[in-house]
């Protein structure tokens, strides 16, 4: 590695698994990147609900992964390791990594790398690998979302249901989004939603069928799980795709199988952390060629909430913990 790279870093660690307090500044060696890896000076960092999980002790990372949180980051190219493909020393890029984000530095596969857009700042891009990586693998590979299509999204105003408005309504879908809020509401609106459906006095399925023309829409993306279950069955129409990317309200469903068979629906899901190297590539390749030119019009932009220094990590997890914020968290380094 560089002789002008320093050999220790301030990262972020969790002491033990618990709340928001439990994320420490510490010190530790920089990171040197293996075979097929590119070692970034980090300039952001983005904050996503798997790194709550894992500081309660609920998602560990896997293995071979830096146990320091953090699944995006954005920052320039310092070190190359062999085999680390067309990037340079210097290069301005944003990643989707394993874990090893809040930190100075962070080494990510080098396939997992995008060039980041003219039009975006270190901050916006930090926010753009794991919504962006997530929302185009499970709305349009996995649910298939089509022009003149519609879509559902749960969360509506989170870093994922945000990005999924802007996505869907660019290629063409209509989109009905829950959230939890007036204001919540009037901000995905704001951005492209047809309509934000208010889940604490309005039922969505009653919702989507009455805006469907009792159709029922093509594509849901569901982050709650539980009892949302069945609701997600009721609320789709003939042939319709669900797609479960989180289950913060359960593990556990009862179902009506028989709606499955009758409509014909996909019911399917993913995680995307524990996948291997070219399956992530294989993403970033279709954001590049599909996504990318979006950014770099300034058709589709992250939405940032807030931004905290990473030494004030813990406050960005209190902050996420009220759930109250709209679009995205991010570290600043």
């Known amino acids: 590695m560089s002789d002008t790279l320093p050999d220790s870093m301030t990262a972020i660690e969790i002491a033990e698994p618990g709340g928001p307090e439990v994320l420490k500044p510490a010190r ?7 075979d097929g890896e590119v070692l970034i000076r980090v300039a952001a960092a983005g904050v996503n609900r798997p790194d709550v999980m ?14 320091i949180p953090g699944l995006e980051i954005a920052g320039e190219i310092v070190a190359l390791g062999p085999n680390a493909g067309d990037w340079k020393i210097g290069d301005r890029v944003c990643a989707l990594v394993a874990g090893g984000g809040y930190a100075d530095y962070c080494t990510a596969p080098a396939p997992q790398c995008l060039p980041i857009p003219d039009a975006l700042s270190d901050i916006e891009a930090a926010a753009v690998p794991e919504t962006f990586f997530t929302v185009w693998d499970n709305v349009f590979t996995r649910g298939g979302l089509k022009e003149g299509e519609t879509l559902l999204v749960h969360g509506g105003s989170s870093g994922i249901g945000t990005t999924a408005i802007q996505l869907a309504k660019a290629r063409g879908a209509t989109v009905f989004v829950t959230a939890g809020s007036a204001e919540k509401c009037a901000a995905c609106e704001k951005l492209g ?14 919702l989507v069928k009455e ?12 982050m709650v799980g539980g009892d949302y279950a069945v609701r997600n069955l009721n609320a789709l129409g003939q042939g319709g795709r669900l797609v479960q990317i989180a289950v913060q309200k359960g593990t556990k469903a009862e179902i009506a199988l028989h709606l499955i068979m009758i409509k014909q629906i996909v019911f399917t899901g993913s995680t995307l952390r524990a996948r291997p190297v070219p399956a992530k590539a294989a993403i970033a390749d279709a954001l590049r060629a599909e996504v990318w030119p979006m950014l770099e019009a300034g058709t589709v932009k992250p939405l940032i909430y807030e931004t905290f220094p990473l030494s004030n990590a813990s406050e960005a997890h209190a902050l996420m913990d009220t759930s109250a914020h709209i679009g995205k968290i991010v570290l600043t380094v």
Do not use: C, M
């Open 28 to 34: 530790r060696p920089v990171p040197e990147p293996a």
């Open 54 to 67: 894992q500081r309660k002790g609920q998602y560990p990372p896997p293995k071979g992964a830096s146990d």
């Open 193 to 206: 939603a047809d309509r934000a459906i208010n889940y604490r006095d309005e039922d969505f399925v009653e």
């Open 211 to 222: 805006v469907t023309g009792g159709k029922g829409v093509d594509v849901i993306l569901d």
